[in-house]
C-alpha cells in the first residue's frame, strides 16, 4: 500500500523584518532569497546585474510591496551604502543582511597569479568585510540587528576542488564573522556563519565532471551533496530574532567531511 501525503506551503504572513541578501541572481543566493520571503521577511535581493534579482522579486511579489531588487557588487562599499539606503527607502528600517555573494575558481596552487589571488579574495572577503561595516554600524545604531554570512568548509580544511585563494578568503570569512561578533554584540547585533560543504547546487554541477561528482558524493560521510533549501532555512533561524545568544559561530553542515 502506497502512502500519499499531501503538502501545501504555510500561507507568509509578514513579520515586519526586513532583510538583504547578496548575490541573490541564482544558487543559494536566490533559495535564502525565497526562504526569507516565505518566512515573513520583506527582501531586497541584490546581485551584481539586475536583470535575475529584478525576476526574483517578481517571483516573490509581483506588487513590490514585501520583495525588490537593486545592483549591489560586494566589492563596493558604495553600493552597500546604497543597498541600504534603498531598502530604508522602501521599508523603513533593514534588520537583516545575509552576506552570500561568492566566487570559487579551479586553479593549481602555482598558478595562482598575484590578480587571481586578489579577484577571489576581494569577492569572498572585502565583501563580507564591507557588507558588516556598512550594515553592523547601521543595526547597532538602531539597537538590533541579524548578520549572516555564507563561508565554506574550504575555509575551514583549506579546500580539495577549489582554489587556495577562495580556502583562505572563506577562513577570513570565519575570523571575520568573530571580530564583528564581538564588535556589534553590545548594539543588539549578532553575527554568525554558515560553513557548507558541496551542495546540490548548479555551480557544483558545472564545475565537477559527472563521473567525478560520484566519487565527491562517495568521500561525503553521509552519500550525498547538501541542500541548498536546508541552508537557507538555517539562514533564516540564524536570522530570527530568537537566534539572539548564537553569536560569532560558524555552522557547519558539511555531511561529516569536516568534524570538530
Ligand atoms: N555551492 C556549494 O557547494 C557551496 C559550498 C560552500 C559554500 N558555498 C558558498 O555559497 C555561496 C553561494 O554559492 P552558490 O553555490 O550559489 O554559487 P553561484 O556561483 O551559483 O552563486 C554565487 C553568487 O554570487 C554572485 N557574485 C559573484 N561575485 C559577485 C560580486 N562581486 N558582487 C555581487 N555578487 C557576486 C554571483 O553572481 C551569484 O549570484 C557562496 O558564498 C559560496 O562560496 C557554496
Known amino acids: 500500500m502506497t502512502t500519499t501525503v499531501e503538502t501545501t506551503a504555510a500561507p507568509r504572513i509578514d513579520n515586519g523584518q526586513v532583510a538583504v541578501v547578496t548575490g541573490a541572481t541564482r544558487g543559494l543566493g536566490a533559495v535564502i ?109 538602531n539597537g538590533y540587528g541579524r548578520i549572516v554570512n555564507i563561508g565554506s568548509l574550504a575555509g575551514q580544511n583549506g579546500g580539495t576542488a577549489t582554489g587556495a585563494h577562495y580556502a583562505a578568503a572563506k577562513g577570513g570569512v570565519v575570523t571575520l564573522t568573530k571580530v564583528f561578533a564581538r564588535d556589534l554584540a553590545s548594539g543588539g547585533v549578532t553575527v554568525n556563519s554558515v560553513s557548507p560543504g558541496p551542495l546540490d547546487l548548479p555551480v557544483v554541477h558545472e564545475t565537477v565532471a559527472p563521473d567525478k561528482l560520484e566519487a565527491v558524493k562517495a568521500s561525503i560521510p553521509v552519500g550525498r551533496l547538501g541542500s541548498a533549501e536546508f541552508i537557507a532555512s538555517t539562514v533564516a533561524l540564524l536570522a530570527s530574532p530568537e537566534a539572539a545568544s548564537v553569536n560569532g559561530a560558524s555552522w557547519d553542515i558539511n555531511g561529516g567531511l569536516f568534524m570538530r
Open 33 to 141: 532569497a525565497r526562504t526569507l520571503h516565505a518566512a515573513g521577511y520583506s527582501v531586497l535581493a541584490t546581485g551584481s546585474r539586475i536583470g535575475p534579482v529584478q525576476d526574483l522579486a517578481d517571483e516573490l511579489d509581483p506588487s513590490g510591496k514585501t520583495a525588490a531588487a537593486t545592483v549591489l557588487d560586494v566589492r563596493s562599499k558604495d553600493d552597500f551604502s546604497a543597498a541600504l539606503q534603498a531598502a530604508v527607502e522602501r521599508w523603513g528600517t533593514a534588520h537583516v543582511l545575509v552576506n552570500n555573494a561568492g566566487r570559487s575558481q579551479v586553479q593549481a596552487l602555482m598558478d595562482i597569479s598575484p590578480e587571481d589571488f586578489s579577484a577571489i579574495v576581494s569577492t569572498n572577503l572585502d565583501g563580507v568585510f564591507l557588507g558588516c561595516q556598512v550594515f553592523g554600524s547601521y543595526f547597532a545604531s
